[in-house]
Each structure stands twice: as C-alpha cells, then as structure tokens.
C-alpha cells in the first residue's frame, strides 16, 4: 500500500441485508478473512467461541455479532459498522439486521450507502426480505445493487436453480428505480467467489464479490451542480489579531463554492460575494461538496444558524408544505392530530402531517389507499406542514437537502425519516 | 460534527485521555473555530496512574490552545469513598474512571461529552452512534438507540440527561496515523519507540513504576518498546518497536496482525468486558 494516497483513497460504503440465517454475517467475516482484515487476537477470540460452542469449523459470524444479547439469540439487532481495506479501495460495511421488526435499521443503513449486498438463500429463492430490502434500496436511491445468490454449495453449485432465482428477482425489479443490479452465485461458508473464484461453477463468468466491490463506479453521491451552505454557527473570534472576522462555519451540501462568487442568503433574500474561505487556519480558493469550511462575506449582512447560502441563479425551493415519502420508526403510532420536531439541515422546525395519501405494502408493491394507520416499519407517503419555510430540493437530486427526519416532542427519539419528492 | 455539538447543546465539553485519538479530536475542534478559541473545555479524568508524559503533553497542549482544562481525579473519588480501590496484582483504576466521569459531567454540568472513541476498535463500539444517548444515570442502552439518517444528528433531550459524541467514530487507526501524519500533530513521546524498564505479563510488556506490584517471578528487562495507546501505567501493554518517526508507525501499523486494543489488560477481562462498562457509562 502506497502510504502517501492512503488519506486519498476511495471509500465505498455498502448495506449487507438478508433473512435471518441467510448468511449475511458469515458473509462478511469471510470478506473479512479472506481479505486479511482480521487481526490475529480478534481471530483467536473467535476460534476460542467456536469451540466453547462445540463447532468444528471456525464460526466467521462470530467476527461480526458484536453485541451480548445477540450472540445468545445467534442474530444480529442492529447496524454494526465493519471497516476493512484492501490495496484499491477502503470500505465501511453497515451490517444490518434482517427480520421484520428492524426495517428502521436498513433505512438508517441505506441511507449513507453507495451499494447493497442483497443475499438470497439459494434453497429458498426470493422471499418477502428481498422484496423489502430491494425496495428501501431503491427508495433510498443506493445507486448499485449486488445480488448474492448464497449458499450454492448446499444446491449443488446448480446453475438452473441460479438462473431461476435471477429471472424471478429481475421481474420484479423492474418495478423499482435501480439503476444497476448484478448477481453472483456464492457460497460464504465455503469462501467461492467471495474474494476467490470458485473451482466448483465454471458456468459463471463474471467476477467475484470482491472484484465488483473494488470496482463499482461510485457515480459521485455528492451533487456538484447546486450549490447549497447551510450554516451551521457564527465564528466571531473577538481577539485583536482578528477583530472584525465573522465567519460561517458549515458543510458545503451540494455545488461549488469560489472566492468571489455572488451569493444569496436563505430565508432574507439579502446578497453578497465570497470573500474568503477557510479549512481551519488554510485560506483556499474554492470549495465544494461535502466540505466543512468557514465562509466570510465581503458585506455585513445578517446570517445565522438554520440560513442557507445559495447561488442567485440556482436557489432551493422555499416550502411550507413538503410532499414526503416516510418510513416510521417508533414502537408508538403516527398520531394524525400530533405535532412534531422536524430537523432538516441545520434547521429545526415543528410539523403536522396533513395527510396520508398512501400506504406502501413494500412486498406486493401495492399502494394501499384504505388503511390510513401508521405504525413501525410502515412506509407511506405524506403531505407535511411546517411552521416555518424550509429550503430542500428533491431527494433524487440531493441527497442531503432533500432529506428530514421527524422527533417526537415529548420523548425526544426520532421516529421517523423523511424523503422529499 | 464537532461544530453540531456546540451548536445543539449548552454545554459540551471534549474528553480528552491524552491518547492520540483525543488529541486528533482536539486538532479537529481547533480547526472546527479558527480563528477563535475552542469554546468549551478539556476535561481529563486522571486515574493517577497515568504516565508522567501523558500529564505533561497535556498541559502544554492546553496552554497552547489557550482553552480551559477540567480535571476529574479518580484519588479524589477514592478519597471521598464514592469509589474503593482494586486489590491484587491485577488491580487497575480503569474501571472506577467511570464513577468520576460521571461525577464529573454531574458536577459541570457538561450535557455533551465528545471522546475520540472509534467503531473499528472493539465490537461494543462497532454499533455505537455518533450522538449516543445517555439517561440521567449516565447509563447506555444498546438497543434503545436513536437511528442516525444522512447527517441529521438528533441531539434533543430531557433535563439531566447527556450526550456522548465520537465525531471521529468511522475513522480507522490507520486513518488517524495517516491524518496525524499529514497535518504535523504532535503526540506524547510514548508513542515512539524508546528504551524502557518492562515485564511480560498477561502476554503483554508492562513497564515497571510506582503504580504496580511485582510477582517474585517478574523479570524487568529493558527494552526497545513504543505503545499503541495511551491508558494507565499498569494496564496499557507496549510493543516491542524500532518506529521511532511517524512514517515508521504508520509502515508499523500496516503490517501488524493485532489490533491496538489487543494489548489492553481491562479489554482481555472477558468477552463482554467492554460493553459491560459501557452499559454503566464507560466511554
């Protein structure tokens, strides 16, 4: 490894989801392995647990089960993040769990992602999960999808039986907005096509798992066209050496920002040019998505927390009633009557649903138009009303202004996220 | 994330250990307000086991910034009875570190506390938040935590209750090395390879020091050691090295086959050991 690129290197960043017992942890324990990611007394902890567990193969999912609870019920209840890298790319694995009730731990998964591993258990085909988990990467709009068809060696390494669960798979896709789904017969326990190629299915042709998680094309997540600065805080030193310094300090979320630019501010309207730019004590000429900068204007004017600095020429939409998809997280039903926290950027606002236009059975991919009630894992989609105007572009444009997610006001959790259409 | 914080809440504070990965954190936060100050202080629980080295980067760091410094002392805690002492020849304060540091946030106030902790390093912390809720008994629940989208982070809480943040959560040793590397930081003097007086116990070389007792069977030796983290004198295990610049540890890390925690006596306890403590509002 080339160690002055390592700091430049490429991150991918992918979900893992499955049934229970697909094999997703064994998945990546064996990526990990296989990889040599794993260190030497992780290892030995693991075959220690192993054998304590009368097994007479070393147990990779134990690699990744991380906590107390879920090593006794042998399945995983929330999102672990895994890093490895290999001497192409660095990775951050966001290792999601696959029964029903944890829908919320996908959709936080996805939602940083830049591609989804899809296991499918080659005895089973295509189950409702698959349905579930290929819609909220779709949803999401995690730009690849790869489709693992494992444990091939329990079919025999059968290419029909692969063939068969690729063509049901690909039927229903098509309903979906993916625009990149690959398949891979592997098999995790035994390793074939993992990161080696498998002696044992000739009849595949394309690469291993690894290969393709080394090579996707990460079509940048980062929108460069709209330039969009919500600040974050006013930096007012008040020292001699900097007496009359306001800065403002924020994560550039979309576009293009250079030293003179013309700027407008959101919500006052009022404009300005960039004068400086700073990355701590380093001035630079340009900045762009996703840096965190402070920026300083040539003409006093007021900016604050929850403002957004744009672009005369390309501005968001200034909205006070938002059409969302949601996907609800709590335990505690959406209340129709209830007002909520609404967090989007760096603003925070109270809310009222005005409406449920529809529920989406996400395994049919049926719009359910009757059913009005709203509980955990339901996805819907919604007409929300806020307090004060928010600045947001479409979620398929940005990722980031495009995107919300709802508090209750009493118990303080976020229970929900919310996706602007 | 470090600005989020002092955005979202009233009183936040950096926890700083004295470890490569607090100092990283406190480079960020510097970063973060240029020009200004960083606006919230330092705070150091101090075991009093702590190696001297560690004490003096510290206050000179602290000078440097111009910031204040808090320091919780553990000595304290055991003076008061809030904590008793380990006994034997494995006894180690890291543990009652948790009674101060809760105290401590108690007593400031503090409603955020930033640490440097990172996922990659133990399993407990692979499924840590960014803004990890905490009750008013400091205490972590694993499964009732908040889901974290994009990077909307949800700081909203009842009166009492706190924050722990980990801005540098999905950075890897390597990554830290490599930015420690790359932006000149300066690091206590334990991390580079030098001569000292150690043992080898619980399969790890231990220096020798006021702190910790010796069995008739301990050999001391002097070796050539560095150390990968920075905990207490009796509990934070060294390797044997020859990196003596930042470049050396970086190649160091790249071909070692442990993970820096592996060396750490309280990690090794059980299985579980970490997110045992943590449950109790370890970091």
Request: charged share 25%; hydrophobic share 35%; net charge negative.
């Amino acid at each position: 490894m080339e160690n002055n690129n390592y700091l430049d290197m490429e991150l991918l960043r992918f979900t893992t989801a499955g049934s229970v017992d697909d094999g997703k942890s064994t998945l990546i324990g064996r990526l990990l392995y296989d990889s040599k990611a794993i260190f030497e007394d992780q290892l030995e902890q693991v075959k220690g647990s192993s054998e304590k567990k009368g097994l007479d193969h070393i147990d990779l999912s134990l690699l990744t089960d991380g906590l107390k609870d879920e090593r006794e019920q042998g399945i995983t209840i929330d999102v672990a993040y895994r890093y490895f890298a290999t001497p192409k790319r660095k990775f951050i694995i966001a290792d999601t769990p696959g029964h029903i009730q944890y829908t919320r731990n996908m959709v936080t998964g996805a939602s940083t992602a830049n591609a989804a591993l899809i296991l499918i258990d080659a005895r089973k085909g295509v189950v409702e999960q698959t349905y579930r988990h290929s819609y909220i990467a779709s949803l999401l709009q995690i730009p690849h999808i790869i489709v693992c068809i494992n444990k091939m060696d329990l079919v025999d390494f059968d290419e029909e039986t692969y063939n068969n669960i690729m063509k049901q798979y690909k039927e229903f896709a098509s309903k979906l907005e993916v625009k990149d789904v690959r398949f891979i017969p592997i098999s995790a326990l035994k390793g074939d096509n993992v990161v080696n190629r498998s002696p044992n299915m000739d009849w595949y042709n394309g690469s291993t798992l690894m290969h393709n998680l080394e090579t996707i094309h990460i079509g940048s997540d980062e929108n460069h066209t709209d330039a969009r600065f919500p600040v974050q805080t006013v930096i007012r030193p008040h020292s001699d050496a900097f007496h009359d310094f306001r800065g403002y300090a924020g994560r550039i979320d979309g576009g293009i920002f250079r030293v003179g630019d013309e700027v407008l501010v959101k919500p006052s309207g009022l404009t300005s040019k960039v004068k400086e730019i700073f990355l701590g004590d380093d001035s630079l000429e340009q900045a762009y998505a996703p840096m965190s900068v402070t920026i300083t204007l040539q003409d006093d004017i007021d900016v604050s927390r929850g403002n957004t600095i744009t672009k005369q020429n390309n501005q968001p939409e200034e909205k006070r009633e938002l059409d969302l998809m949601v996907c609800w997280f709590n335990e505690k039903p959406m209340n129709p009557m209830g007002k909520y926290v609404i967090r989007h950027g760096t603003s925070e606002v109270l809310g009222k649903f005005q409406e449920v236009v529809y529920k989406m059975d996400i395994s049919t991919l049926q719009r359910d138009l009757e059913n009005k009630h709203i509980g955990l894992n339901d996805i819907f989609k919604t007409k929300l009303k806020v307090s004060q105007p928010l600045f947001v572009d479409p979620y398929h444009r940005n990722r980031k202004t495009g995107s919300l997610i709802i508090i209750d006001e009493a118990s303080n959790e976020t229970v929900a996220a919310g996706m602007i259409v | 994330m470090i600005r989020e914080v002092f955005a979202q809440f009233q009183n936040p504070a950096i926890l700083f250990s004295g470890g490569k990965d607090s100092i990283v954190l406190t480079h960020l936060a510097k970063k973060a307000f240029w020009p200004a100050k960083i606006p919230f202080p330092l705070v150091h629980i101090d075991t009093g086991h702590n190696f001297p080295e560690t004490i003096e980067f510290r206050d000179q760091l602290v000078e440097k910034l111009g910031v204040k410094l808090v320091v919780g002392s553990v000595q304290e805690s055991i003076d008061k009875r809030r904590v008793q002492e380990e006994t034997g020849i494995n006894a180690s304060r890291n543990a009652l570190q948790t009674t101060t540091l809760l105290d401590t946030i108690e007593n400031y106030q503090f409603d955020a506390a930033m640490g440097g902790a990172r996922r990659d390093e133990e399993k407990a912390r692979a499924k840590e938040r960014f803004f990890s809720h905490r009750d008013d008994f400091g205490e972590w629940n694993p499964k009732n935590q908040r889901p974290e989208l994009w990077s909307l982070f949800n700081g909203r809480k009842n009166m009492g209750e706190h924050f722990r943040v980990f801005p540098i959560s999905n950075w890897t040793e390597m990554d830290v090395w490599q930015y420690i590397l790359s932006e000149n930081i300066e690091l206590p003097s334990l991390y580079f390879a030098h001569e000292r007086e150690v043992f080898w116990r619980n399969g790890t070389w231990i220096s020798t020091g006021p702190y910790i007792q010796l069995k008739p069977s301990d050999q001391p030796v002097v070796k050539q050691i560095r150390y990968r983290t920075c905990g207490d004198m009796p509990i934070t295990g060294a390797v044997e090295s020859e990196a003596d610049t930042l470049e050396k540890i970086i190649q160091e890390v790249a071909s070692t086959r442990t993970t820096e925690r592996g060396s750490r006596a309280d990690d090794k306890r059980s299985e579980t050991a970490m997110e045992d403590r943590k449950k109790q509002g370890y970091f």
